[in-house]
C-alpha cells in the first residue's frame, strides 16, 4: 500500500461521512465561509430509501439555509398520522394543523433522494465528495487530529484541526473516541421496504395499523410509493432478503386484507434500538447523527435528529475557525444536542412504546384505544412529535435579563427565525433601546440589529413586547432576552456575547 502524507490547510474541518448529518454539516458550513473535506467510505451513491419524513422544525433550518424549494419539489407533504386496528377501524388521527409554523406537515422523500439534493448544492458551491475513501483511524496531534486515510489502497495521512464524525453507527470516529452507544435495543426484529400499494389511502395520510400479530406502518412517497415498517415472525431466522411474494404475504397478514404489494424497489431487515453516547464531543472531534444517537423508527426523528446536530455545530465551529468566536463555544454543541438527543429518544420511545402497547391489546382481544387528551393537549403533541418544541434551555449560551415574560424563552426556537437573512446573529428589538449604536460598533458583522417595525415578518409572531429585545442565534434559537431593553438589561446582553464572541472592538 503506497503511503503519502500531507497537511490540508485548506480543510480545517474533516467530515466523515456522506450521509445526511455530513452532507448537511457540510452545506452549512460553507454557508457560513469555511470549505470543509468531505469522505465516505462507500464507493458511490445508494439507492436506499430508509430515513425518509423530514419533520417541520427541520423544514425550518432547510429554509434557513437556503435549500427548502428542492425539498419541497421532491418529496410528498404527510398533514395526518392515521392509527388503524383490525379491519381498518380508527383508533385516532393526529393533525399537524395548527402547530404554529410555516410547515404544518411533513416532506416525505427516500434518503437517498436526499442525499442527493445536498450533494448537487455542494457541488453547486464547487465541493465534491471523496467518494471510496475510508477513515481507517483518528489520533491526536498536536497541531490537532492526525487521520489516516485508505484511498483506493493509497494510504493519506493528513493533520486537520477538527472532524465531524458523521459515518453512521458504526463510527470510526467514535470508536477513536472510546465511545459506545449505550442503550437498549427493541424486541423483534423488522423489514422495511420501499414499494407500491394498491391499498386504497387518502392523500398526505401515514398510517400505522395494529393486529394481534404486530403492525405494519405506511408512509407515503413521491412516485406513488410507499414507505413500509412491519414486524417479522418471531419464528422468522432467516437472514436473505424477503422476496416480493414474501413481503407481500406478510403485510396481508399484518393487516388483514391483500394489500396489493407491487414493483419492490428495495428491502431490508433491521432492529430498532434506544442509545446514545456518553460524550458527543471531545473537544476537536464531534459525532454527529447515527454515530451518536439511534431512535425507534416510528417516532421519524433519527434524520432529523441528525440535521439539527449539523445546523448546531455548523455556526460554532466556522465562528472559531474564523476567529470570531471562543474556542469554549464549541463545548456547547455537546450540551445543547445531549439536552435534544434525550428528548428525541423520550418521544420516539413514547411512540414506540404506543404502537406496541396497542398491539399488546389486539393479542389479548381488545380493542385497541388510546386516551383521548383535550385539544391543548394534542397540539402540545403534535408540536413535540414535530420537534418544535426542542429547547436548549440550560445552556450556557442562553441568558436573560429583567422580568419572566409569555413567549418564547431564551433556548427555544424563535418562530419567525427562518426568514431573518444572513449568517449572523439578530437582535430583535421592539421600540427605542438604548446603546445600539455602540452595539452595532462592537459586534459589527456578527450581530445584524434588526427593528421589529421593518422585520420581514409580522409583529405578532414574533412576540418581542414593545420596549423589549430578543437576541437569535444564528440556528434560529433565542440566544438572550432583555425585558425590557434598557441600559442594564443591554449591558447584560452585551456581557453575554462576551462570553463567547470576540468583539471587533474592545
Known sequence: MLDSSKDDASAPVLIVGAGPAGLFAACELLRYGVKPRVVERRLAPHRETRGTALQPAVLEILERGGLIEPFLRAGV???HIQLLGPGLREIATADLAGIGCRYE???SLPQWRTEAILREHLGRLGLAVEFGTEVTSIEDDPAGLRV???VGGRMEVVTTAYVLGAGGAHSVTRHSMQ????GESYDGRYVVADTKLGLPCQPEYGRVIVGPTGFALLSPLPEGRWLIFVNRNEADSRTELPTAADLAALLNARIGRDV???DLRWVSYFKMHKRAVGRLSDGRRFLLGDAAHLSSPLGGEGINSAFMDAANIAWKLALVVRGAAKLSLLDSYAIERGIADDHVLEVSDEVHRLVMDLVAMCECGRV???PQGDPAQNLAAARRRSMLDVSYAGSALVGH??????GPSPGDRFPPGPRLSGTSHHLIVSGEAPRLDYLRARWDKLVSVVELSSAPFETAEACVPTGDAILVRPDG????RAAPANDMAMDALDAHLTTYLVPLQK
Open 148 to 150: 489516516k486515510l485508505d
Open 105 to 107: 406537515f411533513q416532506c
Open 260 to 262: 396489493g404489494l407491487r
Open 368 to 370: 385497541p384505544t388510546v
Open 401 to 406: 435579563a429583567g422580568a419572566v415574560i409569555k
Open 179 to 182: 465511545e459506545h452507544l449505550a
Open 477 to 480: 434559537f433565542i440566544s438572550f
Open 77 to 79: 407533504r404527510i398533514r
